[in-house]
């Protein structure tokens, strides 16, 4: 099977078989071509795999070595994913918000030089949850704006993470009546099965606006929705994060055996996805929930825990800290050694194209221009002339001189004709002291009188003194 369509294998089976996922990618490795845009895509979609298996440590280090293999390569949509991935870790494992913001902007501006509008929209959609987290919602609201656009601008249909983000923010403002037109606004224009797959961000939502409204009854609904997209496993990281960072807003005491349902498997799914924040967020939830029934054995047991967690919450960060300043180090001289690649690649490429004593081209790039030139002349009707010149006598004037006047002869003339060059006439040093003008589109009467006089005339004028020597 070809390679882009074990891609498209690939997402059809990434949700509902993982295993099977994981052997296709490993049949991306076994493909003709192994070079580093292929190896680079490699890399991205194994992050991709462990992001989505809880293995935030193996997805940072795939996306690291995606980056390195993806630069300056043509795949810029995966390029600009693997940073998008990085900042996912530091946000969700280290809880880093800058340091994920950081690699969020920088795939943007990879994204956004592309005219990738989908992946644009994924990045805003990342900075704008992240102004959420930071309580800056006028930012965020800006950010999941432009990021609905975007997806618009790309074709889109599938909006309604940016649509449902919208009405969250509306809820945190406490606008529920923008939070209720956003919410109806996703019912109406998305598909079905795209909200079957959300119900658990939607109810979320849902319940938030219902609360604000005094609608117990509906508050109940929702929260028994969001445990069964939990436990038949509809409920992705992101969705859970959501749900995690809103439903101590709805503590009441008309809703204790559903709040205790959901805060249950909130730390049932913790603890399967060994998030160290979320683990805290959902025992900082407990001891309000505690308080709110007076249950004060178990609230002393729950602070225990929560004294524990954010003791580990501090080395986790001191780890992450120091990791990231080795990986800043490491992208650093990343980018110094492409660049040092590059400037040697030009230089190279230059020599091969180019006599090294006169700067011209050789006759190796004129034979592989020529035939090209010829055709497309032919084509357009374009006239192609060409200039045959040596220098007379030239052997007596280095056998006089010397070698090294004679390539000082060699050079200076060559400069002439430098002067002479632009995009319809070029210069080519074919061997020794001779050298090929050609003329691409120019009037006869300039490449049979006008330019042979200039050469002479200025070779007289550098040489006037040897004789023996003329064009």
């Known amino acids: 099977m070809e390679y882009e369509g074990l891609i498209k294998l690939y997402f059809e089976v990434r949700n509902t078989k993982p295993l099977e996922a994981k052997q296709i990618i490993e049949q991306m490795k076994y493909l003709e071509s192994e070079g580093n845009a292929v190896k680079g895509r490699h890399f991205y979609y194994e992050a991709q795999l462990y992001y989505e298996n809880a293995n935030l440590e193996q997805c940072l280090c795939h996306a690291i070595t995606g980056i390195q293999h993806l630069m300056n390569q043509p795949y810029v949509s995966e390029f600009a994913k693997c940073y998008n991935l990085m900042g996912v870790v530091y946000d969700n494992k280290g809880n880093d918000h800058m340091q994920a913001l950081q690699y969020y902007l920088e795939g943007l501006d990879v994204a956004e030089k592309n005219n990738d509008h989908k992946t644009s929209s994924v990045f805003y959609n990342n900075i704008g949850c992240i102004y959420d987290g930071l309580h800056d919602y006028a ?11 975007n997806n618009v601008n790309a074709g889109g249909e599938e909006f309604l993470m940016e649509v449902l983000n919208l009405a969250l923010i509306q809820c945190e403002i406490g606008d529920f009546k923008q939070a209720t037109y956003y919410y109806e606004y996703a019912e109406i224009h998305t598909e079905l099965s795209i909200l079957e797959e959300n119900r658990a961000h939607m109810g979320i939502i849902k319940a938030l606006i219902s609360y604000h409204n005094h609608d117990i009854e509906e508050v109940k609904k929702q929260l028994i929705q969001i445990c069964e997209c939990g436990k038949r496993g509809d409920m992705n990281i992101n969705t859970f994060l959501e749900v995690l960072g809103q439903i101590d807003t709805l503590m009441d005491k008309a809703l204790i055996n559903e709040f205790k349902e959901v805060l249950t498997l909130l730390g049932n799914i913790a603890s399967k996805l060994d998030l160290l924040e979320a683990k805290i967020k959902v025992i900082e939830c407990g001891i309000a929930f505690c308080k709110m029934i007076e249950n004060e054995q178990q609230l002393y047991h729950l602070l225990e825990i929560y004294y524990e967690l954010a003791r580990q919450n501090e080395r986790e960060k001191e780890k992450m800290l120091l990791e990231g300043m080795n990986l800043k180090l490491k992208m650093r001289d990343m980018k110094r050694r492409q660049k040092e690649m590059k400037k ?28 090209p030139l010829f055709e497309e002349a032919k084509t357009l009707g374009k006239n192609i002339g060409v200039l045959i010149a040596d220098i007379n006598d030239f052997k007596q004037y280095n056998d006089y001189y010397g070698h090294v006047s004679g390539d000082h002869c060699i050079h200076d003339i060559a400069e002439i004709m430098r002067i002479l060059c632009n995009d319809q006439i070029y210069f080519v040093r074919y061997g020794g002291d001779e050298f090929l003008g050609f003329f691409y589109d120019v009037e006869v009467a300039y490449v049979k009188t006008d330019c042979p006089a200039s050469l002479s005339g200025s070779q007289e004028a550098a040489y006037g003194t040897c004789q023996d020597i003329a064009l």
């Open 139 to 149: 930012t965020a609201a800006t950010y999941f704006e432009q990021a609905l656009k």
């Open 344 to 371: 040697k690649s030009l230089k190279y490429k230059k020599l091969a194209q180019h006599d090294a004593l006169t700067g011209l081209y050789n006759r190796t790039i004129f034979s592989q221009k020529l035939v």
